[in-house]
């Protein structure tokens, strides 16, 4: 294959950063995207050519360093895939394709396509957990959970931390993130003592950082490569309600 | 390459004694540090996995001052993000006659008895308190209708023990320690670095006192001293170029800690899993693993004829060869992960092979699809089969899948004593980059339960012992400013070099190298062979490489050639290990020795040692640490 890649290219926080086109050729449709990229990498570094910096580490879609806009979709058209797991069989043969990073004020441009989500990191800090120091916890067996429950506990906790969800939002809302590690502990017994605590401790941080508002567009749950569903956010509005009515 | 063999080295730390209780005398024999002195006490942690963050939150959550860092962008990325699996623990839930000493005797055998019994015993008893520890933070484990967790057997054990969530395990582990960690950040005991990289361990007046880190984002080069420094920087299977670890693995911070004189042990024990997704072409960065747990119901098979080129679909049942089921007729398709991976080797060296290259085995649901129908194979296997179709285009409910082994896990690491301390004292080593509990092959599940229980539980109370005697009191500046100039040429001697070749092209050619020559079968010839490579291949490296940019950026090239050629030098002594070794055991097969059915052979009466390596400017010395099995008595292991 023959493609076109019109590449955000941006050297550092305060540059202003520009799309710089470039032609791959020979690119194989059993490529990985990312794969497609080392190619273009490493003829750049053989031509003396600054390459293209983008975060990228397990690539086999868990680890949730990757992630690019592309062709205007956050990790690509292919539902509930990352841009690591994303194959260019899934592209025509001549097509132009735009790489871009993530945007929101809450994720700085690092360099090209490497963004800063420390903020999510800071959601966390904020009271994404439960409270018990190693070597205090009862046997696993003796509280029992529902198996419905720990299953939706399940769905909510496998969010990777990637960032689409943000990158998606027309309002740059971190909602999804925030509400599926919401979730994943409201709906399981040793997340209890601390969940209203922990719903505005973490609501709150998720504004201090400047993401917007939801406004139930459902654009983060689309691109979502694990598919987080959006009533989490419902529980987390609720658990957040709740807290304040206190 | 030459090497000399110096004095032996022993374990000191392990109390004698019953086995079952030497773990209960060490935690009260390893002195406390009382409370109000714990905050004066530095401690770095390196690495953000299951071993790293486990370790640095518990730190935290003890009192001491910890300094964590990671090379990504967040402690949640670590590659124990990707175990699929399980965790192994001794709860018997199931009561079906699982036991510590079954789990300890389980891991001893399947270590091929080369690894130590009390540590072992130890890993056995602790795997009990991760699983309440992981639960209580909120880990959703799968569980039954009855509310209580679930468990399966998997990698060969014969009782169910594994306890796991969906095919994503050691992510919500992973996730369970990082929120811990995360906390502690938050309570101010743990201050984290995000993408800072690990470029050498700073000693002075013969004590592990700090680090050396380069911030990947600005390029500076820092320096952080502390009272103790603990490793929990992983494998290096990404000596091999393609391996199933994260691309940004890699053995810088545990090889320089060995220049600076920590010993490695084993360094040839290298897990092949046998359930990877094959090569598809040049280009390939990595390559991925699909769940052992497919075993249970797929069946492996090649074509009895050679180069047979028909669709599978084509191949009568008679002309089809399921060779694990005919070869290991009690195990079938569970065999061990050596095992299994050595067998797919054999019959595409046959010319047996499937797919591109021949380099590739079929694993078929057909039968389990009949049997079980598709509903319940989509329910048990759906994420995985999805997973498959993504990467190569296939379906795997209309085609068998494809798979060939691939590197997966080290067993070999820096050298450390029962407390997990490296011969340089102050050094801790934890996880997969220590070599010290799964012997010359680790059971499936178990990667996940050493991790934790080193970083919750053993290293804890350990390093207390250690810190007892601090704070160490002032870091010699000479040391600290001999680690930064070392540091600083080796980034300058790189980017001036200035060739016509790329990082990743001379780290493919050495992986390509490594496992043609020290891969899943060796020989004196291949070892031979490879270690007169090697050198030659470094040199063109440091004479040839080309890294762009500068140091004073983000620059991802020049983070990828520093971690090159420290590879070149571990495949050295990964090799020169494997030459030495002359048996066969666990993932190390040596072709020269194998018993009639061309299964391994050990040589207990000359190798059951430990091999620690000693880096001397005048070359390797071997120090071994001879092993002894008072409880498990040393079989030939036979799955038969």
């Not at chain 1, 590449?7 to 470039?22: F, I």
């Not at chain 1, 966390?124 to 529902?146: E, K, L, T």
């Not at chain 2, 085609?399 to 082994?405: A, E, K, S």
């Not at chain 2, 066969?584 to 009466?605: P, T």
Request: proline share 5%; glycine share 10%; aromatic share 8%.
């Amino acid at each position: 294959m023959n493609l076109t890649l019109k590449v955000w290219r941006q050297s550092g926080p305060q540059d202003k950063g520009r799309m710089v086109t470039y032609r791959v050729e020979d690119i194989s449709p059993d490529m990985s995207f990312l794969e497609m990229l080392d190619v273009l990498n490493e003829r750049l570094i053989l031509e003396g050519d600054d390459p293209i910096a983008f975060d990228h580490d397990c690539r086999e879609g868990i680890c949730g360093m990757c992630g690019m806009v592309i062709n205007g979709v956050a990790h690509g058209e292919q539902r509930a895939t990352t841009t690591c797991q994303l194959h260019m069989r899934h592209f025509e043969d001549g097509a132009e394709i735009t790489i871009e990073p993530w945007r929101a004020a809450p994720f700085p441009v690092v360099k090209d396509l490497v963004v800063d989500r420390s903020s999510f990191d800071r959601i966390i800090q904020a009271g994404g957990f439960v409270s018990v120091p190693a070597g205090s916890a009862p046997d696993a067996h003796s509280v029992p959970v529902r198996k419905e429950d720990a299953d939706s506990a399940f769905d909510a906790a496998t969010c990777i931390g990637c960032g689409a969800c943000v990158a998606a939002c027309p309002n740059g809302s971190a909602s999804l993130f925030t509400a599926a590690k919401i979730t994943h502990l409201s709906l399981l017994p040793q997340g209890q003592p601390e969940r209203l605590n922990r719903a505005k401790a973490m609501v709150d941080q998720m504004d201090s950082e400047g993401f917007g508002g939801c406004t139930n567009t459902g654009e983060c749950t689309a691109v979502c490569p694990k598919g987080i569903p959006l009533d989490t956010i419902a529980q987390m509005n609720a658990d957040y309600l709740k807290a304040n009515s206190k | 390459m030459k090497y000399t063999e110096g004095a032996p080295i022993q374990d000191t730390k392990a109390p004698a004694g019953p086995i079952e209780e030497r773990w209960e005398k060490r935690k009260f024999s390893a002195r406390l540090v009382n409370p109000a002195n714990k905050r004066k006490l530095d401690v770095i942690v390196v690495g953000t996995g299951l071993a790293g963050g486990s370790a640095a939150a518990t730190l935290g959550e003890l009192g001491y001052n910890v300094t964590s860092f990671c090379y990504q962008d967040s402690p949640r990325r670590a590659h124990s993000i990707a175990a699929q699996g399980g965790i192994n623990a001794a709860k018997n839930y199931r009561g079906d006659g699982d036991s510590i000493y079954r789990l300890f005797y389980d891991t001893v055998k399947g270590g091929d008895f080369r690894a130590r019994e009390s540590n072992v015993y130890r890993l056995a008893q602790v795997s009990v308190n991760i699983i309440d520890q992981a639960v209580a933070q909120g880990v959703p484990f799968a569980r039954e209708y009855g509310g209580l967790l679930d468990t399966r057997s998997f990698g060969g054990a014969q009782v169910s023990r594994t306890f796991y969530a969906r095919g994503q395990t050691g992510q919500q582990l992973l996730l369970g320690a990082y929120q811990a960690l995360e906390r502690q950040i938050a309570a101010g005991t743990v201050t984290m670095h995000t993408r800072h990289e690990m470029l050498d361990v700073i000693v002075s007046e013969g004590r592990a006192r700090g680090v050396i880190v380069r911030d990947m984002v600005t390029g500076e080069i820092e320096r952080h001293l502390a009272d103790a420094v603990v490793l929990a920087t992983g494998g290096y299977g990404n000596v091999f170029f393609l391996s199933t670890n994260a691309k940004g693995c890699n053995t810088t911070a545990i090889w320089r800690a060995h220049e600076r004189g920590a010993y490695f042990a084993n360094p040839c024990y290298t897990q092949i899993h046998p359930t990877c997704i094959p090569v598809s072409g040049d280009y390939q960065s990595k390559l991925t693993l699909m769940s052992e747990s497919l075993r249970n119901d797929g069946r492996v098979w090649v074509p009895l004829r050679k180069n047979d080129e028909r669709a599978p679909g084509d191949i009568p049942e008679d002309e089809r060869d399921y060779y694990l089921e005919r070869i290991y007729p009690a195990f079938g398709n569970l065999v061990p992960r050596d095992i299994a991976s050595r067998a797919a080797k054999n019959v595409c060296d046959e010319g047996r092979g499937v797919g591109p290259g021949g380099l590739g085995v079929y694993l078929d649901f057909r039968d389990a699809i009949d049997r079980l129908g598709r509903d319940a194979v989509e329910k048990k296997y759906g994420n995985l089969f999805e997973m498959y179709e993504r990467i190569t285009g296939e379906n795997p409910y209309d085609v068998p899948m494809r798979i060939y082994p691939a590197v997966h896990y080290t067993m070999g690491g820096l050298w450390v004593d029962y407390d997990l301390q490296s011969t340089i004292p102050g050094l801790f080593v934890i996880g997969e980059a220590n070599f010290s509990d799964h012997g010359a092959n680790r059971l499936g599940a178990s990667a996940l339960m050493q991790g934790l229980a080193d970083g919750y539980f053993v290293l804890p109370t350990t390093i207390g012992d250690y810190l007892a005697d601090g704070p160490f009191g002032e870091v010699d500046e000479e040391a600290v400013a001999e680690a930064e100039i070392k540091v600083r040429s080796k980034i300058d001697r790189l980017l001036a070099v200035n060739g016509t070749r790329t990082p990743d092209s001379f780290h493919r050619e050495l992986g390509k190298l490594m496992w043609d020559y020290c891969g899943m079968e060796r020989t004196e010839e291949s070892l031979r062979k490879a270690l007169e490579r090697i050198p030659e291949l470094r040199q063109e490296f440091w004479e040839n490489v080309k890294v762009s940019g500068t140091a004073e950026e983000l620059n991802q090239v020049l983070e990828r050639a520093g971690r090159v050629a420290d590879f070149f030098d571990l495949a050295e002594l990964m090799c020169l290990d494997a030459l030495v070794r002359t048996e066969s055991c666990g993932g190390h097969f040596r072709a020269e020795s194998q018993d009639a059915d061309g299964e391994a052979l050990r040589d207990d009466e000359k190798f059951a040692h430990v091999s620690a390596w000693e880096r001397t400017p005048d070359g390797p010395v071997l120090h071994k640490e001879p092993l002894e099995y008072e409880y498990v008595k040393m079989t030939q292991r036979s799955y038969k």
